[in-house]
């Protein structure tokens, strides 16, 4: 479980996060739902040492968790907003630049990369990435944040501008590596990706929590899930 | 320490394949720069060369070609009449000198045109011989030896070597600062065109640390930098030694280089280059793109240049204080060991000197890393 308690942060005189707690539990993905400006990838940041909070605290399970400890950031893999890959570079020198980072075994690289390429359908092809269409783009990202295979798995609107068959592929990948124990997160402002996918729902507004609870109890706001949103973030 | 190997690995296969980088440091310097010197020293050379076995065209001006200068026709001159003493005849070609006689032969020349000055010194030099072989004639009709000619003979001796020549220590300061120019496309992609493709704030999340991320970069920069400044040296000897072998000579005084301090060479120029990466490192880490970051180089490129306009103009008597003066040192004491002369002294406050730099600017461009402002500006 990784644990959030009194995050704030303040651009200037912009409380952009005001006192955010909440937690993501191993085994669950959890949709981190707002809308735009909420502060979604803001907690995204301060999570990963790209920004540094005014106040909070953080935990892997009880043990405090601070991001500026490199070792400690080997536990979190992510995707983050509008990410890009080398261009330059083709798809499997972008992955084993990855995989060189968390300091994978070279056959072990190899043979993982392999598998995610297959899972994905991403081209095992010698061509930079800047010649790939934006779904494999998109895949590529993806593949790059599973690679390390961590306990911890952070995507900031991993499916924003991709289409159906290729959403699909990446919602199977990511229910497997649910089923296999990880703690998932998962931004995003898109309710039915929340439906189809999320078992905890956290919803932020104005840089607030407003929810925090299973789909379920998500679902019994109202009839309407659409209507139980809106009545949160206003 | 294998996080900056991993770094070091990925920015280089990212810069090999950028055409700016490859243009900027590998192309300019090895084909285009030794070019730009090649051309205009080539002509020089070529001009040189022709004066000393062409037939030089003496235009006569209200004379004919008396006794004297008829023996000249089969000395490779050749004479024609001019109607006036111009210099337009020597400017369009059509004589090299032009001669008019009273008590004296007079040689009029065009001292602009090197072909017109050499041929001059070739025809007086031609006069004297000329002179000289007459009077031998002379003495031995009547029986006595031409050593009466010569009755005070001089031999020059250099009391001391040939200085180096100034155009050489030129060469090798430009070869420092166009290399630290060459490479400052690599750091400028590394840092500003990170942030420029949305590919830094994803560097600086993956579990490894800034010093890392920014030492492996900064080490990448320099390799290029250094190849780079090798290669570059290796195209200019080329050129002279193959292209070039009058001017080598004249321009360069290879012969009076010594070789023997090489290795603290390499270190002066490794430091110096060192410095300069870094001060390049703080300001396009600052930069938000590729294009604000080559604005931030642009003076300092023109600083690199000033220390090599003022050795020109005192390269005189320097004081001990050039010593402790960036890049102006660092074109002192190359010279200095270049021509033999090592100092414990001066050689220390040089690297002291670049050790203070790089430490205070790898401080400060660590520190602008660090700052979310500098790394999220966009
Ligand atoms: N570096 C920054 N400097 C100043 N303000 C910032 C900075 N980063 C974010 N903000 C502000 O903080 C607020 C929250 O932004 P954030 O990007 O976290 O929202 P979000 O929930 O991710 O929105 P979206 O769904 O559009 O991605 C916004 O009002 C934004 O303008
Ligand atoms: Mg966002």
Redesign the pocket.
């Given at each position: 479980m990784l644990r959030i308690e009194g995050l704030s942060?303040a651009?200037?005189n912009?409380n952009?996060?005001k006192n955010v707690s909440f937690s993501m539990k191993d085994g669950r993905i959890t949709a981190f739902l707002?809308?735009?400006?909420?502060?979604?990838?803001?907690?995204?940041?301060a999570l990963l040492g790209i920004?540094r909070p005014d106040t909070g605290k953080f935990y892997m399970d009880t043990t405090p968790y601070i991001p500026e400890q490199v070792n400690m950031r080997k536990n979190i893999s992510f995707v983050l907003?509008n990410a890009s890959l080398y261009e330059r570079l083709n798809g499997y020198e972008n992955m084993y630049f990855v995989a060189q980072i968390w300091q994978l075994e070279k056959s072990m690289a190899e043979e993982r990369i392999k598998k995610l390429f297959n899972e994905l359908e991403i081209d095992y092809g010698k061509k930079p990435v800047k010649l790939y269409s934006k779904g494999m783009k998109q895949k590529l990202i993806l593949a790059r944040a599973l690679l390390p295979s961590c306990r911890y798995l952070i995507l900031?609107?991993p499916l924003s501008g991709i289409d159906i068959p290729t959403k699909h592929i990446i919602r199977e990948v990511l229910k497997k590596e649910k089923n296999n124990g990880k703690a998932i997160m998962y931004?995003?402002?898109i309710l039915e990706e929340v439906e189809e996918l999320a078992q905890e729902v956290i919803v932020?507004a104005h840089?607030e929590i407003r929810f925090k609870g299973s789909i379920n109890e998500f679902r019994s706001i109202d009839n309407d899930i659409e209507t139980a949103f809106m009545r949160l973030v206003v | 320490m294998k996080g900056i190997i991993s770094i070091i690995k990925k920015e280089f296969l990212n810069s090999i394949r950028d055409k700016r980088i490859l243009y900027m440091s590998i192309i300019l310097p090895v084909f285009i720069y030794p070019l730009f010197l090649l051309l205009p020293l080539s002509f020089t050379n070529e001009k040189i060369n022709n004066v000393k076995e062409k037939k030089i065209i003496v235009g006569l001006f209200k004379m004919e070609p008396d006794s004297a200068l008829k023996t000249f026709e089969n000395k490779n001159y050749a004479f024609s009449s001019v109607d006036s003493v111009n210099v337009e005849f020597i400017k369009s070609g059509n004589v090299d000198i032009i001669l008019s006689k009273d008590s004296f032969y007079n040689v009029f020349y065009d001292p602009e045109d090197i072909g017109s000055q050499l041929a001059m010194e070739r025809f007086s030099k031609d006069v004297e011989t000329f002179n000289k072989e007459i009077l031998e004639g002379m003495l031995k009709k009547v029986g006595l030896s031409s050593d009466w000619i010569n009755s005070v003979n001089i031999k020059k001796i250099p009391l001391k070597k040939k200085n180096i020549s100034s155009f050489y220590i030129m060469l090798i300061a430009f070869l420092i600062m166009w290399s630290v120019i060459g490479s400052s496309a690599v750091i400028i992609e590394a840092t500003a065109g990170e942030k420029e493709r949305k590919t830094l704030e994803y560097l600086i999340a993956l579990p490894v640390s800034r010093e890392s991320i920014l030492i492996g970069k900064i080490i990448t920069t320099f390799i290029f930098g250094f190849v780079s400044s090798f290669l570059m040296f290796l195209a200019f000897s080329v050129a002279f030694k193959f292209f070039l072998p009058q001017a080598s000579k004249s321009l360069l005084y290879l012969n009076s280089v010594s070789f023997k301090y090489v290795h603290i060479i390499v270190l002066i120029i490794i430091l110096t280059m060192l410095s300069f990466d870094m001060l390049l490192t703080t300001l396009s880490i600052f930069a938000k793109s590729i294009r604000e970051a080559q604005m931030y180089m642009m003076p300092i490129s023109f600083l690199l240049i000033l220390p090599i306009i003022f050795m020109q103009m005192f390269s005189k008597d320097l004081d001990s204080w050039v010593y402790f003066v960036p890049v102006l040192n660092s074109i002192v004491e190359i010279k200095e060991l270049l021509i033999g002369r090592f100092d414990s002294h001066n050689l220390l406050v040089v690297i002291l000197v670049y050790v203070a730099f790089i430490y205070i600017f790898f401080k400060r461009a660590l520190r602008s890393f660090k700052s979310?402002?500098a790394v999220?500006r966009s």
């Open positions: 942060k651009f200037g912009a952009v996060l707002g809308p735009n400006g909420a502060g979604k990838t803001t907690t995204i940041r920004i907003e900031d609107e931004s995003t402002h932020i840089g | 979310e402002k999220l």
